[in-house]
């Protein structure tokens, strides 16, 4: 029988975004009792996804461990977050003058000054790249002496059963004092990747329904679709889904789709092409408002001559079909580009979860 949520280990949350992490984190056990972004339309759903998650719209950056402590008045196990990464990105300037980058240092600086049993930190490879290594280095040095530290690791969720490949940086620290030790071996993922037949191909059975007075377009599943068991995993027992509304593209660009074999890239957009027996390859998020309002170039569906809608990136990227995220394709695109694949958050902190309840004492004894 699960815990009681008041029994549940409990988290902070920074840079919640739509909630990727958070989503993994309940589903390894733990209770957020708090989380924080900044931006209003990555969280847009997220009250509506997390209903006893509370959200708090601030600047990270100007945030207080005293502000932090009222809000949570229980100690915190665990601070988990992906603070912004455009600053760091391999596709991105990596300008060192971006206040963005500052913001990892904010994420370490409430590590230190909360003190929890443990963190784990996720981010874009880039910040491990020799002119970015600094940033990340000064940020762990601000931990006090008994936090020990792994990684950074690059970790995949495709290696955790996931349809995207998709590689991340994590770090995980923990207080030596108050929780048994872990290693890196301990995060190696085991599971054969799902594929994108896998994960997209039942999609085709949805039929439009409507929209509601949110502005999402509805669609209902099929009772007789057959699906793999990832795609079952994801849909449960939801039967009316959102965000599979199909881009419509002008007919050059069909015919310059048509062309694109699978696993293959359009030249002029530079959209790839899915291959149903392959992964997705990592979704990227686009900017925001305050960065131009890019759209990032999405892949091409494996068969359909356009590009993939919102749910079928969803699935891609492991969120389950429930789930709701922007009215507008492009903010729905902004938040699954910018999250934690739920399926790989769910696996590293279930084996976190697992450690919380090992006596340090006789783990020190073996």
């Not at 909360?114 to 981010?123: A, G």
């Not at 950074?152 to 998709?166: C, H, N, Q, V, Y």
């Not at 993922?189 to 994960?199: I, K, L, N, Y």
């Not at 660009?253 to 092409?273: M, P, T, Y």
């Amino acid at each position: 029988m699960p815990k009681a949520a008041a029994d549940r280990p409990i988290l902070l949350d920074l840079f919640c975004g739509c909630g990727g992490f958070t989503l993994g984190a309940h589903r390894a056990g733990f209770e957020t009792a708090l989380s924080i972004d900044i931006d209003r339309n990555l969280t847009h759903s997220f009250t509506r996804n997390f209903s006893s998650a509370p959200l708090q719209i601030a600047d990270i950056a100007s945030t207080s461990a005293s502000t932090i402590r009222r809000a949570i008045p229980r100690s915190i196990d665990g601070i988990i977050g992906g603070p912004p990464c455009q600053g760091f990105s391999a596709i991105g300037r990596q300008d060192a003058a971006d206040p963005r980058r500052d913001l990892l240092t904010d994420f370490f600086r409430l590590v230190r000054d909360l003190r929890p049993k443990f963190f784990l930190m996720e981010n874009v490879r880039g910040l491990g790249f020799a002119h970015n290594r600094h940033v990340l280095d000064c940020g762990i040095a601000l931990l006090p002496s008994t936090y020990k530290v792994i990684g950074p690791m690059l970790l995949s969720p495709a290696d955790f059963g996931a349809a995207t490949i998709r590689p991340r940086l994590f770090v995980y620290g923990f207080d030596s004092d108050r929780m048994a030790p872990m290693d890196a071996t301990m995060f190696v993922g085991t599971s054969q990747p799902a594929t994108v037949r896998d994960a997209i191909s039942d999609l085709a059975d949805l039929t439009e329904i409507g929209t509601d007075s949110g502005g999402y377009d509805l669609w209902r599943s099929s009772a007789d679709s057959e699906r793999s068991r990832y795609a079952q995993s994801l849909r449960g027992r939801t039967q009316i889904v959102t965000g599979h509304k199909k881009t419509p593209h002008r007919p050059e660009i069909s015919k310059r789709f048509a062309s694109v074999k699978q696993g293959g890239k359009d030249e002029v957009g530079k959209h790839v092409r899915l291959s149903w027996k392959g992964q997705c390859p990592t979704l990227r998020a686009g900017t925001g408002a305050d960065r131009g309002s890019y759209q990032a170039v999405r892949p091409i569906h494996p068969s359909q001559h356009r590009v993939i809608t919102v749910r079928e990136a969803a699935r891609l990227q492991g969120f389950p079909d429930g789930f709701r995220f922007h009215p507008t394709v492009w903010h729905s695109f902004r938040m699954i580009g910018n999250s934690v694949s739920p399926i790989l958050a769910a696996a590293l902190l279930s084996r976190i979860r697992a450690k919380l309840d090992v006596p340090i004492m006789s783990q020190a004894a073996e």
